[in-house]
């Protein structure tokens, strides 16, 4: 080995001094100041005429640290050094340490903006991960009329803070944040943390032992990426379970997405805290299913699972109800329809929705209610004109009519195998189902026939084909299909990627129908809400995944019941949500929806609101809970939207 020269040793050494931050890189400026004050006062000293070697490199410092005193010297030796100590002044006292302390205050301000210091903030919402939903929860939870301001209420905190652990806090973050107006004018509740889920530290960063609710949304798997979003959720409850048992205290209560729903069983062995599971492959195949039974439900769901402007479900105590039944809450709140209600079963809840208007009203009981506001769907308001009461009697589950739907999926997902398995429990349909997608027929063939046994009730044909390509499709086309489905991806890097993808194949689609007389169904699903807008609404219908997944994660976080409510509502059998032709029923005396509420609640459904034929200058058709007492002058083609109970297997 060859030797070291001393230059590499010192160089060495330095080097090893620098890397371990500012307060040693200002010591080994310090010791270059301290050895050039001394080399200078040592060559200055036999020429000081009087005085020791300590003032000459007091002098020596003085020439260094201040280059005033630089026209005080008499002598040309001492002027000479005088003039290289000022110089060296420049570089190491200056130069080095001005450098030293800008970069330890970008350093130190950058650190800040990551957000790596703990909370101390109690009783606060904490959003683990920013993802494609993070954006959507927060306006949820930022919502005047969200039900997350009745929690906090209810623990007695007057202030809503907003926690959000980020990989990595970044500027982009915020300006994505402030974007939007609702987030931008509470800025001020919303505090962001660098950190995963993964990492017990991080999550103490959060403070998530001390939040009112813990919200864990699931993000877009990347294609081959091996850590999937289940996999974190499950170690992140491990992690809080963990950490409450070794502090003693209860663990927080938690509403998580899981993308696979055969995972349920496994989330909750490994939380013993309160928890809710959103299993967001079954919400989003359900949602897909029964859009494909019942054209025109997209709208729907889009208006009651999404914090804008319209109506939505409310789940209410009945304390001050107790004695009344569902048409003495009914005629007493004009601006809701009362829906069903929810009664206490052992440890859960049983689910009734569409009930006989005759029900009685027991101790613990909640009734649910389709309103546009929190307030409208209070169950004793005082009303001047009460509603007349419904009767709805009890009746048998019908059965709806089913026969033979042909079913042309674009793209492909791991969600496609769940929503082959939610179809396959429709057994009044028989489902021809045509899957196009640059993917391995063999491959998609196993996923599905993985998922479960009851897939093989579904008849699937594959072909292996880009649909980006006008030529691949032509020839589908030209076959009758009652629904093109089109898949936002989950292999492509991002979801932007995957939509621009599906919106250009809508486009194609749309415009190979254009001279059909009677177009399919066409059916696009959208992993970014910020893409909805660029849809065409007359020709098309939409599912915003993340928006409607985020809707229910902070409703469900107020109200544990929704979640029951929505799986018990968006199952195949029992109450669904449905379109009706009015000769369904005797419509010679309806001008009103009020006359409507009443000749439908006879026949045994819920009348929810109109359907209209013609869209209006937005595409909108649906009319959810109009008032009352105003003239509704249905057209011919409108439908009535019921809630009807169906039979089930």
Same mark, same amino acid.
Request: proline letters at 5%.
């Given at each position: 080995?060859?030797?070291?020269?001393?230059?590499?040793?010192?160089?060495?050494?330095?080097?090893?001094?620098?890397?371990?931050?500012?307060?040693?890189?200002?010591?080994?400026?310090?010791?270059?100041?301290?050895?050039?004050?001394?080399?200078?006062?040592?060559?200055?000293?036999?020429?000081?005429?009087?005085?020791?070697?300590?003032?000459?490199?007091?002098?020596?410092?003085?020439?260094?640290?201040?280059?005033?005193?630089?026209?005080?010297?008499?002598?040309?030796?001492?002027?000479?050094?005088?003039?290289?100590?000022?110089?060296?002044?420049?570089?190491?006292?200056?130069?080095?340490?001005?450098?030293?302390?800008?970069?330890?205050?970008?350093?130190?301000?950058?650190?800040?903006?990551?957000?790596?210091?703990?909370?101390?903030?109690?009783?606060?919402?904490?959003?683990?991960?920013?993802?494609?939903?993070?954006?959507?929860?927060?306006?949820?939870?930022?919502?005047?009329?969200?039900?997350?301001?009745?929690?906090?209420?209810?623990?007695?905190?007057?202030?809503?803070?907003?926690?959000?652990?980020?990989?990595?806090?970044?500027?982009?973050?915020?300006?994505?944040?402030?974007?939007?107006?609702?987030?931008?004018?509470?800025?001020?509740?919303?505090?962001?943390?660098?950190?995963?889920?993964?990492?017990?530290?991080?999550?103490?960063?959060?403070?998530?032992?001390?939040?009112?609710?813990?919200?864990?949304?699931?993000?877009?798997?990347?294609?081959?990426?091996?850590?999937?979003?289940?996999?974190?959720?499950?170690?992140?409850?491990?992690?809080?379970?963990?950490?409450?048992?070794?502090?003693?205290?209860?663990?927080?209560?938690?509403?998580?997405?899981?993308?696979?729903?055969?995972?349920?069983?496994?989330?909750?062995?490994?939380?013993?805290?309160?928890?809710?599971?959103?299993?967001?492959?079954?919400?989003?195949?359900?949602?897909?299913?029964?859009?494909?039974?019942?054209?025109?439900?997209?709208?729907?769901?889009?208006?009651?699972?999404?914090?804008?402007?319209?109506?939505?479900?409310?789940?209410?105590?009945?304390?001050?109800?107790?004695?009344?039944?569902?048409?003495?809450?009914?005629?007493?709140?004009?601006?809701?329809?009362?829906?069903?209600?929810?009664?206490?079963?052992?440890?859960?809840?049983?689910?009734?929705?569409?009930?006989?208007?005759?029900?009685?009203?027991?101790?613990?009981?909640?009734?649910?209610?389709?309103?546009?506001?929190?307030?409208?769907?209070?169950?004793?308001?005082?009303?001047?004109?009460?509603?007349?009461?419904?009767?709805?009697?009890?009746?048998?589950?019908?059965?709806?009519? %089913?026969? *033979?739907?042909?079913?042309?999926? !674009?793209?492909?997902?791991?969600?496609? @195998?769940? +929503?082959?398995? /939610? $179809?396959?429990?429709?057994?009044?349909?028989?489902?021809?189902?045509?899957?196009?997608?640059?993917?391995?027929?063999?491959?998609?063939?196993?996923?599905?026939?993985?998922?479960?046994?009851?897939?093989?009730?579904?008849?699937?044909?594959?072909?292996?084909?880009?649909?980006?390509?006008?030529?691949?499709?032509?020839?589908?086309?030209?076959?009758?299909?009652?629904?093109?489905?089109?898949?936002?991806?989950?292999?492509?890097?991002?979801?932007?990627?995957?939509?621009?993808?599906?919106?250009? %194949?809508? *486009?194609?689609?749309?415009?190979? !129908?254009?001279?059909?007389?009677?177009? @399919?169904? +066409?059916?696009? /699903? $959208?992993?970014?809400?910020?893409?909805?807008?660029?849809?065409?609404?007359?020709?098309?219908?939409?599912?915003?995944?993340?928006?409607?997944?985020?809707?229910?994660?902070?409703?469900?976080?107020?109200?544990?019941?929704?979640?029951?409510?929505?799986?018990?509502?968006?199952?195949?059998?029992?109450?669904?949500?449905?379109?009706?032709?009015?000769?369904?029923?005797?419509?010679?005396?309806?001008?009103?929806?009020?006359?409507?509420?009443?000749?439908?609640?006879?026949?045994?459904?819920?009348?929810?609101?109109?359907?209209?034929?013609?869209?209006?200058?937005?595409?909108?058709?649906?009319?959810?809970?109009?008032?009352?007492?105003?003239?509704?002058?249905?057209?011919?083609?409108?439908?009535?939207?019921?809630?009807?109970?169906?039979?089930?297997?």
């Amino acid at each position: 080995m060859l030797p070291f020269s001393f230059v590499d040793r010192l160089r060495y050494v330095v080097e090893r001094q620098f890397i371990k931050g500012a307060h040693y890189q200002l010591l080994v400026v310090a010791a270059f100041i301290a050895l050039i004050s001394l080399v200078g006062g040592w060559l200055v000293y036999p020429s000081s005429g009087e005085g020791d070697l300590a003032d000459s490199v007091w002098w020596a410092f003085l020439r260094l640290t201040d280059p005033g005193y630089l026209g005080d010297d008499e002598g040309t030796w001492r002027r000479i050094v005088s003039t290289v100590l000022t110089l060296s002044g420049y570089v190491v006292f200056l130069g080095a340490l001005v450098a030293i302390m800008t970069r330890w205050l970008i350093a130190m301000m950058v650190k800040l903006e990551q957000g790596l210091t703990p909370v101390t903030v109690t009783d606060h919402i904490v959003i683990l991960g920013w993802t494609n939903r993070t954006i959507p929860l927060v306006q949820e939870i930022l919502d005047v009329n969200g039900g997350i301001q009745r929690l906090l209420k209810a623990r007695l905190t007057k202030r809503l803070r907003l926690v959000i652990l980020a990989e990595e806090v970044t500027a982009e973050h915020v300006h994505e944040l402030r974007a939007i107006p609702l987030i931008r004018r509470n800025m001020g509740n919303i505090i962001l943390r660098s950190g995963t889920a993964l990492q017990p530290e991080d999550l103490d960063r959060a403070a998530c032992l001390q939040a009112a609710v813990v919200l864990i949304p699931g993000r877009m798997q990347t294609a081959g990426g091996l850590l999937s979003s289940d996999v974190e959720t499950i170690k992140a409850l491990l992690t809080l379970q963990a950490q409450a048992q070794q502090r003693g205290i209860t663990p927080p209560y938690v509403v998580a997405e899981v993308d696979d729903r055969r995972k349920l069983t496994v989330m909750q062995r490994a939380y013993s805290g309160p928890l809710e599971v959103l299993a967001s492959d079954a919400l989003v195949s359900r949602l897909f299913a029964q859009s494909i039974i019942h054209p025109g439900l997209p709208e729907l769901f889009g208006e009651v699972l999404t914090v804008y402007d319209g109506n939505e479900f409310y789940i209410r105590s009945t304390d001050n109800c107790v004695g009344m039944t569902l048409a003495d809450i009914g005629s007493r709140a004009p601006e809701a329809i009362v829906c069903g209600l929810m009664r206490p079963d052992g440890g859960s809840w049983q689910t009734w929705l569409n009930a006989p208007s005759a029900e009685v009203i027991r101790a613990g009981d909640k009734v649910v209610m389709l309103a546009r506001d929190y307030a409208h769907a209070e169950p004793v308001a005082e009303s001047s004109t009460p509603l007349r009461p419904l009767q709805r009697p009890p009746v048998s589950p019908q059965r709806q009519a %089913g026969g *033979l739907r042909r079913l042309l999926i !674009l793209g492909w997902s791991r969600r496609v @195998p769940a +929503l082959i398995h /939610e $179809l396959a429990g429709y057994s009044d349909f028989r489902f021809d189902v045509h899957m196009v997608s640059v993917l391995d027929p063999a491959e998609r063939i196993a996923a599905i026939q993985a998922y479960s046994p009851d897939t093989a009730r579904v008849e699937c044909h594959h072909s292996q084909a880009d649909y980006m390509v006008e030529g691949a499709l032509r020839g589908l086309i030209e076959q009758r299909f009652d629904s093109i489905l089109l898949i936002s991806s989950d292999r492509l890097e991002s979801g932007e990627e995957a939509d621009a993808r599906a919106m250009v %194949g809508y *486009l194609i689609v749309d415009e190979l !129908l254009r001279e059909r007389t009677q177009r @399919p169904q +066409l059916l696009l /699903e $959208l992993s970014d809400p910020a893409n909805e807008a660029l849809v065409v609404r007359k020709r098309g219908e939409t599912i915003v995944g993340p928006t409607i997944l985020s809707h229910l994660m902070a409703q469900i976080a107020q109200r544990r019941e929704l979640g029951l409510m929505f799986e018990h509502l968006l199952t195949t059998g029992g109450p669904e949500l449905v379109f009706r032709d009015m000769q369904d029923y005797p419509m010679q005396s309806v001008t009103t929806f009020a006359d409507l509420e009443a000749v439908v609640a006879l026949q045994g459904d819920t009348a929810l609101g109109i359907y209209r034929a013609k869209a209006d200058a937005e595409g909108r058709r649906l009319q959810l809970n109009p008032a009352r007492d105003k003239p509704m002058r249905l057209g011919e083609g409108d439908q009535l939207v019921v809630l009807a109970t169906l039979q089930s297997d």
